[in-house]
């Protein structure tokens, strides 16, 4: 199946050879071609260009994109878009004064999640994660990775990975999948976290491995929840099966933990709201990248991360959407983005680069998602109508998208 896209406005996110990831003042060059065609061939970009430059092209589908702007679809790395019920009860506590921490320390939060979780049969869970999919897709999202981390159990954490599975094998988006068991202290082990680790290390591990279920290991490295220490711990034995660490790292406190992440090859380090001169250093000369998630800070009114320190120190960063019921119930990668823009003061150039290209190495798949490059995927967002791409940053509440082309294929939901 051949589809031609012609007289598009602005095709942006244009790399003629592969690029893998970009950074520092890199980020803020975001190439594209003014009056452009697109060609696709099944599920791949076939060629681009000016529409001078346009050839005699037999094709089955013609898409007339006057007026409309085109970009790579959002590379979402860092969500939880698998869980069960929602926690807006806490969301209401919060606003009458209880903060994020002392609701988990009274047993709400994560434990909530797992509560409503191992209570929710693997069919109802991914009934409930598949509309949620859905939703994402139609915001523009054609790359999402997946954590579990709301089973807290071998059983509970299995039933997560086996419906993030499903999802990867029920869309044609780009699904990754990560292995969070460490996401919190089960309430049975509160006065016995070494013992959770070992269920984690010698129940968990071997059984995931063996099911053939996650792509990447995570850890949420923070006090009250896994030290240095464990963190360590639970990335060796990951390494010995092949998981590669993408470390929930400094949400509310730095204390060595991208230094750790680092050492231990990790794709990303995610959240970075507190950064400090240490944390640049360990990221210099390193392959991991920093992931910020904005609409976690917005929601729990915590400080956004400093991505301008990071472009300043010749970094990469990428920007993700952390989608889950307790810090950041939703997967718009849009306000992802705009919220970036107004928030931590990074260009609408910046922010696209960090919430494609840069969000598709932070799962390890830029070099076929990401950009506008032959012979990647055919993952593309068609806006309306717009005035310039600075509007879609700009007009942050509206939805500014046409159409969701994945894998060569117009979405329909
Ligand atoms: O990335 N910080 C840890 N995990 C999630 C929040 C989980 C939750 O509150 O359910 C996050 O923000
Ligand atoms: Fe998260």
């Not at 999919?133 to 999202?141: D, H, M, Q, R, Y």
């Not at 991208?258 to 990303?268: D, E, T």
């Not at 472009?311 to 989608?323: E, G, K, Q, R, V």
């Not at 490059?373 to 717009?386: M, S, V």
Request: charged letters at 20%; hydrophobic letters at 40%; glycine letters at 6%.
């Amino acid at each position: 199946m051949t589809t031609l896209i012609i007289n598009i406005k602005e095709l942006l996110q244009v790399r003629d050879s592969t690029i893998l990831k970009v950074s520092g003042k890199d980020m803020a060059i975001l190439p594209s071609i003014k009056n452009a065609f697109l060609l696709i061939k099944d599920d791949l970009i076939a060629d681009y260009g000016c529409m001078y430059e346009l050839y005699d092209v037999i094709y089955d589908e013609k898409i007339d994109a006057t007026g409309k702007i085109i970009l790579p679809t959002w590379c979402d790395s860092h969500t939880h878009i698998v869980y069960a019920g929602n926690r807006e009860l806490e969301f209401v506590d919060r606003i009458h004064g209880l903060s994020y921490e002392e609701i988990a320390n009274r047993g709400g939060g994560i434990l909530n999640s797992a509560k409503a979780l191992q209570n929710t049969s693997e069919d109802e869970l991914y009934e409930q994660s598949v509309k949620r999919v859905k939703e994402v897709i139609k915001l523009g999202t054609g790359a999402l990775e997946i954590k579990s981390g709301y089973g807290l159990s071998v059983e509970s954490e299995l039933k997560m990975l086996r419906v993030i599975k499903r999802i990867k094998q029920d869309f044609t988006i780009a699904v990754k999948s990560t292995f969070l068991g460490a996401h919190a202290i089960p309430l049975e082990y509160k006065n016995n976290k070494q013992a959770y680790i070992d269920v984690i290390i010698n129940d968990m591990l071997p059984k995931i491995s063996s099911e053939n279920l996650v792509d990447f290991i995570d850890v949420f490295c923070e006090n009250g929840y896994f030290s240095l220490e464990d963190t360590e711990q639970i990335l060796k034995v990951g390494s010995q099966y092949g998981f590669i660490p993408k470390i929930h790292v400094n949400q509310f406190n730095a204390f060595g933990g991208v230094a750790l992440a680092v050492k231990h090859h990790a794709l990303s380090v995610d959240h970075l709201e507190e950064l400090n001169e240490d944390d640049i250093a360990a990221l210099k000369n390193s392959s991991t990248m920093p992931v910020a998630l904005p609409s976690c800070s917005y929601f729990l009114g915590i400080p956004y991360t400093p991505a301008r320190k990071l472009i300043d120190a010749d970094l990469p960063f990428a920007l993700a959407s952390d989608y889950n019921p307790g810090s950041a119930p939703s997967g718009n990668m849009n306000f992802v983005v705009s919220t970036a823009c107004i928030k931590m003061k990074v260009t609408p150039e910046e922010a696209i680069n960090a919430a494609t290209i840069n969000g598709a190495y932070a799962m390890g798949i830029s070099k076929d998602y990401g950009s506008i490059t032959i012979g990647k995927k055919a993952n593309l967002i068609i806006t309306k109508e717009i005035p310039s791409y600075y509007y879609l940053p700009y007009a942050f509440g509206d939805n500014h998208i046409d159409k969701v082309i994945i894998n060569g294929k117009t979405v329909h939901y």
